[in-house]
């Protein structure tokens, strides 16, 4: 898996995305037609425009310390993590990682793992002690994956964008993984 970033100048100034990469995000967007029927980011989950997905990553990147991750597999564009460097609480330390999403045809071949772990140790390279993040409460499928990769439920709170009820999760970072 090859994993790369999107330049945040890709999408400042009303810059467009290039048309194949757009057209690849809203399909992977799209293939996840569950997961945003749970999160009402978009207004009708089945029609997923790429004008849509271009102002949520638009939104994501205005975010100070925001990066989106783009990972492919032969080719494809098979997941996309968007991980904030910051949180806008001061007082809590750690990164955290606000979307994991493999397309839905990737699904159970490792994406998300691997892509997860990337990001763990992008992390953990830069001194980082843990990572957090928050899943929707009514999403059991994204806790059990959480779960299982080894983050720890911190606490219950409404999520800052949209008031929507989420667990937050933190994993540690030790060195030696």
């Known amino acids: 898996m090859i994993v790369e ?9 009303g810059a467009a995305l290039p048309g194949a990469l757009l057209t690849e995000l809203t399909a992977l967007y799209a293939s996840n037609e569950e997961f945003q029927q749970l999160s ?8 997923i425009r790429p004008e849509q997905v271009a102002a949520a990553l638009a939104e994501e990147l205005a975010q ?9 597999s032969e080719g494809r564009l098979v997941a996309v993590a968007v991980t904030l460097g910051h949180h806008p609480d001061p007082a809590d330390p750690d990164p955290w990682l606000g979307l994991l999403m493999v397309h839905a045809d990737e699904r159970r071949a490792g994406h ?4 997860a772990a990337y990001v763990e140790d992008r992390f953990r390279a830069t001194g980082r002690t843990g990572l957090r993040l928050a899943v929707l409460e009514n999403n059991p499928k994204a806790l059990a994956f959480w779960t ?14 949209h008031g929507r009820a989420c667990v ?4 540690g970072l030790s060195r030696g993984r």
Do not use: H, I, N, Q
Not at 64 to 72: K, S
């Open 5 to 13: 970033a999107l330049a945040p100048k890709a999408l400042e100034d």
């Open 40 to 47: 009402g980011d978009f207004p009708d989950p089945s029609d």
């Open 64 to 72: 100070p310390g925001a990066e989106v991750l783009l990972a492919r």
């Open 112 to 115: 998300g793992r691997r892509l």
């Open 148 to 161: 299982a990769l080894g983050y720890e439920e911190t606490d219950r709170r409404p999520d800052l964008a």
């Open 168 to 171: 937050v999760m933190r994993k």
